[in-house]
Structure formats: structure tokens, C-alpha cells
């Protein structure tokens, strides 16, 4: 999901990066714990029934639900931050319910590259990096195709425009 979250002038703007999550925190518990109430259900019945082995398994399949559960919301949190200001774009990651940022780039706006490599179809990008000395790093990873072009558009209408490549390759030096 791409958002601009506010814009004074061509020249400063915000845009706010985040996958699309379906599911609030809540209804992931409930789906979590009625899936632990089937699990747990049936492996009672055939632990009462004589199979008693099955137990420790379905314990390790209700902690491994639980990670993949936590994995999931925890990916689903994520944030990434453009702030587009005179003369610098600055890029915040952030993750979880408090959303503390985890990393923080920062890119000077004259000798900054917006790279994108473009997938099968022509009107929708693969992937975007921001590119520049400081470094290259990829942005809107989670983002899809038509999300990537929704965000190629806002950077130009903000006045930074992208480099279209059929593809790219990382060399080392």
C-alpha cells in the first residue's frame, strides 16, 4: 500500500510504504487459537484412545503455528517511511506495534538514483532502489507490481524520476 501522507510542495512530501494486511491482531488470535482448539481436540481423542505419542507432536505443531503466526503479523507491520524534503530523501524502516525505526537511511536529493528494474510486463516494475554515494538499497520490497508503478508516479510528482532498466546486476569492484 502506497500513501502519501502529506505534501506541502513539489519539493517536500511523505510517503508511507506498508503491505496490505488483511487480518488485525485480533483476528489473528482467534484464528490462532481455533486452530490450537482443532489440533489440540483431535490429538486428545486419540491420546484417550491409546495413541498417545501423537501428544508431543501436537504440541510441536501448536509452537510452530504460533512462530509462523508471530512471523507473519510481525512481517505484516512493517513500514517503510519516505520523507522528501529540499534537499535530502530520508527512508525510515520500522517494524511492530510500536513501530520504532530499526533503520534509518539518508540520501542526498541531487545525487539520488531511483532505479527500476522492470519485470515481464512493460508498465510495471519488478523492483525500485534508491541508489546514490551513500549506498543502494531496495525499497517497497512487499509492495506489488501496480504498487511499485503507484510509487515510481508520486517519487516523479515529487520531482524525482526513476531510470527504467530491463534489468541490473550487482558487480563487485
Known amino acids: 500500500m502506497v500513501t502519501e501522507v502529506g505534501r506541502v510542495s513539489r519539493k517536500n512530501a511523505c510517503i508511507l510504504l506498508a503491505?496490505?494486511?488483511?487480518?488485525?491482531?485480533?483476528?489473528?488470535?482467534?484464528?490462532?487459537v481455533s486452530l490450537v482448539a482443532v489440533s489440540l481436540g483431535i490429538s486428545l481423542a486419540f491420546a484417550l484412545a491409546g495413541a498417545w505419542m501423537i501428544l508431543?507432536?501436537?504440541?510441536?505443531?501448536?509452537?510452530?503455528?504460533?512462530?509462523?503466526?508471530?512471523y507473519v503479523y510481525m512481517e505484516g507491520t512493517r513500514r517503510e517511511v519516505i520523507r522528501i524534503s529540499g534537499e535530502r530523501v530520508v527512508l525510515d524502516c520500522c517494524r511492530g506495534h510500536r513501530q520504532e525505526s530499526f533503520y534509518h537511511r539518508e540520501f542526498s536529493r541531487d545525487n539520488l538514483l531511483v532505479l527500476v528494474r522492470m519485470g515481464g510486463n512493460a508498465a510495471e516494475p519488478a523492483s525500485v532502489s534508491f541508489a546514490g554515494?551513500?549506498?543502494?538499497?531496495?525499497?517497497?520490497?512487499?509492495?506489488?507490481?501496480?504498487?511499485?508503478?503507484?510509487?515510481?508516479q508520486k517519487l516523479s510528482d515529487c520531482g524525482i524520476f526513476a531510470r527504467k532498466e530491463s534489468r541490473y546486476s550487482v558487480q563487485d569492484f
Open 19 to 32: 503491505p496490505n494486511q488483511s487480518l488485525s491482531l485480533s483476528g489473528n488470535l482467534w484464528v490462532f
Open 56 to 70: 508431543p507432536f501436537a504440541g510441536l505443531e501448536v509452537l510452530l503455528l504460533g512462530v509462523l503466526f508471530a
Open 133 to 152: 554515494p551513500e549506498g543502494c538499497l531496495e525499497i517497497g520490497e512487499f509492495l506489488t507490481d501496480g504498487e511499485r508503478a503507484a510509487l515510481v
